[in-house]
């Protein structure tokens, strides 16, 4: 072996350790990111993630977790965009993988108040994984939320008919109280306090929690029609200023 062919291995082998060397850290930096998510310390987890992305380790699973980061931080807009780079980086089959995106998804829209694209969302969620009721619950706040108060209710019933449907009950359903608050408030905003106060009975019917400025609008509808109502009310106020 001439000393032109040792230096050609020398080099190649060289090559060789310095790539499986990277690899090994890019994995152990995707990997401590994953941790410090599961943890809780989701800045740290956003800068792992960040390293992994430029890296270009894993860079779908690397969008989404620093898309989870960023929604925990209450930076919504950033793990919106990092949501969909991470549908753009998938192999563009409906899986389990995209169907958690677009919950996140979702998620991240409604917190940012974008109730239309999140209407979206979750109407793409329903389309393409069986109409769950879980998503037409969500789609219905989302609705409500964006003043679409007619698909909104048209949607909050075909939810309450999958849930009937299902074998567990309406109150295991992600997002049915969420959906009580939106449609609750939407009426009320709309003047329409009879329908506000159904769906806020409704709700504490059902054990669900509302958001409590409902529940302190029904009570204000409550104590005006009944006088005993109206005592009991401003009694209890008193004993809570204590």
Sequence with gaps: MNKKNIIKMGTAGLCMLML????????????QAVTDLEQGSYDYALEGYKSSITAGY?????????????????????????FGKALDESDGIVNSFELDVLKYRGEAEYKLADYKAAAQTYGILAEVDGGKAEYLYYKAASEAAD?????????????EEKAKNSKKSSAAAPGVSLAFTALASAARDAGDSELAAQYCNQAIERRFIISLRSVKWRLAIMRARCPIMRRRFRWQTVRRRW
């Design 20 to 31: 499986t060397g990277c690899g090994g850290q890019n994995k152990k930096t995707y990997d």
């Design 58 to 82: 894993k860079s779908a699973q690397s969008y989404r977790g620093a898309g989870i980061a960023c929604l925990h931080l209450g930076n919504y807009q950033d793990a919106i965009d990092s």
């Design 147 to 159: 003043g679409q108060a007619e698909d909104a209710e048209k949607d909050f019933a075909a939810a």
